[in-house]
């Protein structure tokens, strides 16, 4: 048989080592779809094209991990995912935003109608270029068979070196077509299959002028993103060096020892009151592979003076006016500049002492937090005994929406534990297909979802279909769904009350109520669900012990308050607006007791 172009594009995704192809079918991928038949890469069906994208991009994330730019011969490993034309073009974009905006590499390949009806209004006939042309990194639609291998090569290159999506299009009629090797004639290019990480720092005199502002500090604070996941030792040596405090980005969160005295933890609205006051106090800001967008939660403009390293010089000074950007990969750029330090180690002992002072009264106010009786299970005592019981080698992965609160404030990682979910473009309905793609990785790693009902009723139950005919196959089939089912989409109903002094509005915020737990019985795994007043110590060593997939129903209060660390006077009064417009006596009692709990520990 003769190879066709599509065998030639599976051909080149082995080339690249493409573990997975993640995807949905249709008529104008069929023939790629046959090619991936004939070849041993697995084919991972969804149930929405979608689900299919987010699969992809979790791929990435939790992928991006494993291997350090040191290893002797870096890894590449990144999704891929496939869908036809028309309305399965459509159905990627939402997950290919979640890749540009974390800047996350993937892959794309698209069907499109045969070129003869290209222009005539086809059934589902789109401009698939002008369609992708916003999100993409790099797109092109392949016109010839010659052009296939290196289209493919630069799309896969640029996704790498550009951290972002590639999208490749390829016409039904093209995908069938045979493919003679290239004879060398005029502009036909031929490539490889080839790309290495770039190992770079910042020229010698910005690290000089970057370490003597830090010597000249007293207060530093970092600010830590996914941009050091490869430097985490790095990070630590310098902190412990210059006695800084470590606050993290959500998505530099799995980055830092969060044990240590000096993690401050998570910055923003769900951030800590540790992180708020030592980015309100510091004089000196080292910004580390983040680009995190909550500014207002950054030290005043002209508060902290500020260094900056990041891969990319684009994003140097783009949240924050620094005075030195060092354009350089975390680890090796931090090594630098810590040889460069004239200080002895050590030496600022009174911001030393005041930093762990912010964390110890954070840790002892996320504590007490999840002690106070709620009309449900509070969802801050909940995920803080899973933090208690995690297993070292878990995977976590988050739905957006309030369980990104508690994740944030309650779960510490374990050294060797991961967790990714779509930050930046902040996508409900992911979460589910985010562990699908982290399990599919490591099958012999417990995974863990924590998400809402929002989330659940969006796609995630949904998705439970695919753990319910997959799960079998796995080394450890321990994949935990958490959902926290309080009938409300909490996050937004405090937006509402928070940032527009209105009530919760009825109509747009309740959900319908639908028992998960059943719903998992039903395909076949465990469905557990949990009332207030149940021991969830002892639930959750049930669960994690449990030899097949479960979903954890969590009867949780929606009035828990997602209150910002050192909430404003202004906020305050439009919460409280809000709440008692509501005649919301439960909400009104516990947004007290969270902020007289903040002050009265803040004060001691």
Avoid at 309 to 315: G, N, T, V, Y
Avoid at 317 to 327: F, H, K, T
Avoid at 394 to 423: E, F, N, T
Wanted: charged content about 20%.
């Amino acid at each position: 048989m003769k190879l066709l172009v599509a065998d030639h594009m599976v051909s080149r995704l082995k080339d690249w080592g493409v573990s997975r192809i993640f995807g949905y079918s249709g008529d104008g991928i069929n023939t790629f779809l046959a090619a991936v038949r004939r070849s041993d890469i697995p084919f991972i069906q969804a149930r929405h094209e979608e689900a299919a994208g987010f699969m992809a991009v979790a791929h990435s994330k939790f992928a991006a991990g494993q291997f350090g730019l040191n290893d002797p011969e870096p890894k590449v490993d990144f999704g891929v995912v496939v869908s036809t034309q028309g309305p399965g073009a459509v159905h990627l974009l939402n997950a290919l935003y979640d890749a540009k905006l974390d800047s996350v590499p993937v892959l794309a390949i698209v069907g499109q109608q045969s070129r003869p009806s290209l222009g005539s209004d086809y059934q589902q006939e789109i401009d698939l270029e002008a369609l992708f042309a916003e999100v993409a990194c790099y797109r092109e639609e392949v016109a010839t068979p010659v052009q296939v291998r290196p289209v493919m090569d630069r799309a896969i290159r640029s996704a790498l070196a550009k951290s972002g999506p590639a999208v490749v299009i390829v016409p039904h009629d093209v995908q069938q077509m045979s493919l003679d090797e290239p004879d060398g004639v005029h502009a036909q290019i031929p490539t490889a299959a080839l790309w290495q990480p770039p190992r770079t720092t910042a020229p010698d005199a910005q690290i000089k002028e970057a370490a003597a502002l830090l010597d000249a500090s007293r207060r530093i604070a970092f600010l830590v993103g996914q941009g050091a996941r490869h430097a985490q030792e790095e990070v630590g040596r310098l902190a412990r060096h210059l006695d800084a405090a470590i606050v993290t980005s959500l998505l530099g969160k799995p980055y830092v020892d969060e044990s240590s005295s000096m993690a401050a933890g998570v910055m923003g609205h769900l951030g800590t009151t540790a992180s708020a006051a030592v980015l309100s106090e510091c004089d000196a800001l080292l910004i580390i592979g983040s680009n995190d967008p909550w500014t207002e939660f950054y030290p005043a403009p002209d508060q902290a003076r500020a260094v900056q390293i990041d891969m990319s010089a684009a994003r140097l000074g783009n949240r924050y006016p620094i005075e030195v950007g060092l354009a350089g990969e975390a680890a090796a750029t931090l090594r630098e500049l810590r040889a460069n330090l004239a200080g002895e180690p050590g030496h600022r002992r009174d911001w030393r002492n005041r930093v762990q002072h912010h964390v110890a009264n954070w840790h002892q106010l996320r504590r007490q937090r999840a002690t106070i009786p709620m009309n449900g299970v509070n969802p801050e005592a909940l995920v803080a005994e899973l933090s208690s019981q995690l297993p070292e080698r878990a995977q976590i992965a988050m739905d957006v929406g309030s369980c990104v609160y508690w994740y944030a404030r309650q779960l510490s990682l374990p050294p060797k534990a991961s967790a990714h979910l779509c930050s930046t473009l902040a996508s409900m309905g992911a979460g589910v297909s985010y562990g699908l793609a982290a399990k599919l990785l490591h099958l012999d790693r417990p995974t863990i979802v924590l998400a809402g009902d929002g989330g659940m009723q969006m796609s995630g139950l949904a998705e439970l279909i695919t753990v319910a005919d997959r799960w079998r196959q796995w080394e450890d089939p321990r994949f935990v769904v958490c959902v926290l089912a309080n009938k409300d989409l909490a996050e937004v109903s405090w937006e509402q009350r928070e940032t527009e002094g209105e009530p919760r509005f009825e109509q747009s915020q309740r959900l319908p109520r639908f028992s998960y737990s059943q719903y998992a019985k039903m395909l076949g795994l465990v469905g557990v669900e949990v009332q207030p007043g149940e021991d969830l110590k002892d639930m959750w060593a049930l669960i994690l012990a449990e030899h097949r997939p479960v979903v954890l129903e969590v009867h949780t209060d929606p009035n828990t308050p997602l209150l910002p660390p050192h909430a404003s006077d202004k906020q305050l009064e439009l919460m409280m607006s809000g709440l008692r417009a509501e005649n919301n006596l439960e909400g009104l009692d516990l947004l007290r007791q969270y902020v007289e709990l903040e002050r009265s520990i803040a004060g001691s």
